[in-house]
């Protein structure tokens, strides 16, 4: 009651000018609230990389950085860890989409699930656990001194592994219902995962990537290709296990039509390659899956400005 005494006072003393000025202050503070509920900050991908900034979004994302939930129409796409109930659909979807639908209930399992955060896309309007996509991924924070990778059964990272102060992450196991796959899903997908690096500070991704048979000769110029246009720096340089290695003989750079063997590529390696990625020094067979798989290297100083994009572009 006092407050209010007083401000009449100064009502009845300063008149229609202070009034006007007394709302103005209230639309501008109207106008506040509403860019503080609209508005989410992130933070700096690297400790020398700029702020990405202020982004308007009608989501409300999770502050905790390990958290995602987020609805565009009737899909769903959040993060979850091996102990939900959800974990069974997307290690079925996996299976399916790597060895072929069967009969029986089989999953795509394995022991680095636990040790995860497993990004889902679900169709609401079917069921509210119709998993139709999904990513898996591997955090190891700067300063942790360890962390096993599934990219380590298949090559050797030392070189990024080494690395204490830089914050890595590595995405695998990236699949898309049989249904589903005309962009939508996996374009929602990669937003995930760009606002996942952005929240976590990641300084490197990286995760196999794969060509769709055991039989390396049939791969063999756009294996040639990634060699010449798109091999790792020295200070990133990964290579394949021994006993897994592809031994092929690289075709010359100047017989390959750069372009067109561009376009032969699995479309997940496009889409890494046109986020700047680099793909480490040779190949592997994985005879499990019936696929040759590389290793894709993102580095996060490099590729900071078309994440960022694709990030703004799929946020609105």
Same mark, same amino acid.
């Given at each position: 009651?006092?407050? *209010?005494?007083?401000?009449?006072n ?7 000018? +202070? ?11 109207? %106008?506040?609230?509403?860019?503080a ?11 020398n990389?700029?702020?990405?900034? %202020? ?6 994302f999770?502050?905790? #950085? *390990? ?6 129409? =009737? ?12 974990i069974?659909?997307?290690?079925? &979807?996996?299976?399916e989409?790597?060895?072929?639908? =069967?009969e029986?209930? @089989?999953?795509? =399992?394995?022991?680095?699930?636990k040790?995860c ?9 079917i069921?509210d ?12 924070p ?19 592994t080494?690395? @204490? ?23 929602? &997908? ?8 952005? %929240? ?5 991704? +990286? ?23 798109? #091999? ?15 031994? +092929?003989?690289p ?26 990625a680099?793909?480490? =020094?040779?190949?592997i067979?994985d ?18 400005? %078309? ?10």
């Amino acid at each position: 009651m006092p407050f *209010r005494f007083k401000k009449n006072n100064q009502e009845n003393n300063q008149g229609p000018r +202070f009034s006007n000025r007394i709302e103005k202050i209230k639309i501008i503070l109207k %106008k506040v609230k509403f860019v503080a509920k609209n508005v989410i900050y992130v933070g700096s991908w690297s400790r020398n990389s700029r702020l990405l900034g %202020k982004i308007k979004t009608e989501n409300n994302f999770s502050t905790h #950085s *390990r958290t995602l939930n987020f609805n565009q129409g =009737s899909i769903e796409l959040k993060i979850i860890d091996d102990t939900d109930k959800l974990i069974h659909k997307v290690k079925k &979807l996996r299976y399916e989409t790597f060895f072929g639908e =069967s009969e029986k209930n @089989n999953y795509d =399992s394995d022991e680095f699930d636990k040790l995860c955060d497993h990004l889902v896309a679900i169709d609401k309007s079917i069921s509210d656990d119709f998993v139709v996509g999904t990513y898996r991924l591997l955090l190891k924070p700067r300063f942790v001194k360890s962390q096993r990778f599934y990219s380590q059964t298949e090559f050797n990272i030392s070189k990024l592994t080494k690395k @204490n102060s830089l914050t890595l992450l590595e995405a695998g196991r990236s699949c898309v219902h049989k249904n589903y796959r005309d962009g939508k899903i996996i374009k929602l &997908l990669w937003r995930g995962l760009a606002t996942y690096i952005a %929240k976590n500070k990641v300084d490197i991704v +990286f995760g196999c990537a794969s060509f769709p048979s055991s039989n390396h000769n049939l791969f063999r110029n756009q294996l040639s290709y990634l060699r010449h246009f798109h #091999s790792s720096p020295h200070h990133l340089k990964t290579t394949p296990l021994k006993q897994l290695k592809v031994n +092929f003989k690289p075709i010359k750079k100047k017989l390959l039509d750069s372009d067109e063997e561009f376009r032969k590529l699995p479309p997940l390696i496009k889409a890494y390659i046109r986020v700047g990625a680099f793909v480490g =020094s040779g190949a592997i067979v994985d005879k499990e899956f019936n696929t040759t798989d590389v290793l894709v290297i993102l580095e996060a100083k490099k590729i900071q400005k %078309k994440y960022s994009k694709l990030y703004l572009k799929n946020i609105h």
